[in-house]
């Protein structure tokens, strides 16, 4: 038997179908959306099913600390803000401080800023200053994919036995099976991959995903 091919209108009327039906339309998140468009920041926030699964990943692994790396414009912090719930934090870090101003705006109008703490600066600056802070439940790492294997690393470093990693674009349009890509976010994505297949601190799989950002794929791990 020949399974059919997805089209490309196929699938995203699938994920239409998914979006309206399991994860439904929030004013504050669209709006959250707008604003990050309005301030010319790239559209590449995670895909409505692609958030709420993270949402639900936090709240399944009962997250009360959540670390995010790339804000962007605060539409998958939204997210996880609402996942950890009252009495819980989510650190979100962005490089750019005017993404982060866009982002706290956008906290604020979904009521969710008192739970959340964005750190300005270049991750690999930031993530070392986190050392001393309680272990982080879940950490989604979002940013530069160059940089996957060093977050990946402080993850795990600031992470406890059980802690959930998910890592957002490792299939990239196909891109990631090419081992002599010279593109630089491949090859770091590669290298994030291989990290999480090899080091023993880490148990890890990863989803290929067909959603309102295309063809792409999300890792999810646990630090033994
Ligand atoms: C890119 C980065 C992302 O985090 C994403 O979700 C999509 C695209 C990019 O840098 O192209
Ligand atoms: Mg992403």
Redesign the pocket.
């Known amino acids: 038997m020949t399974e059919p091919t997805p089209t490309p209108a196929g699938w995203q009327a699938v994920d239409r179908y998914f979006a309206d039906t399991l994860v439904g339309h929030d004013p504050d998140l669209e709006a959250a959306v707008a604003a990050q468009h309005e301030a010319g920041m790239?559209a590449?926030?995670?895909a409505p099913v692609n958030a709420k699964f993270l949402h639900l990943l936090a709240r399944i692994a009962g997250a009360r600390r959540v670390l995010e790396i790339?804000t962007?414009g605060g539409y998958s912090t939204i997210w996880l803000a609402r996942a950890v719930s009252e009495g819980g934090e989510v650190v979100t870090i962005e490089a750019e401080p005017d993404n982060a101003a866009v982002a706290r705006r956008s906290l604020e109008r979904a009521g969710v800023a008192h739970r959340v703490r964005i750190e300005i600066g270049r991750a690999a600056d930031v993530l070392p200053r986190l050392s001393g802070e309680a272990p982080f439940d879940l950490v989604f790492i979002?940013?530069?994919?160059e940089s996957n294997t060093i977050y990946l690393d402080w993850a795990a470093r600031l992470g406890r036995p059980g802690t959930v990693i998910v890592v957002?674009?490792v299939a990239?349009s196909g891109k990631v099976a090419d081992a002599h890509t010279t593109d630089s976010?491949i090859v770091g994505v590669r290298a994030g991959l291989e990290m999480l297949g090899t080091d023993p601190r880490f148990d890890a799989t990863a989803l290929q995903t067909l959603d309102a950002?295309g063809w792409?794929g999300v890792a999810v791990a646990i630090v033994r």
């Open positions: 790239p590449i926030e995670v790339g962007l979002d940013a530069d994919k957002d674009n990239r976010q950002k792409d």
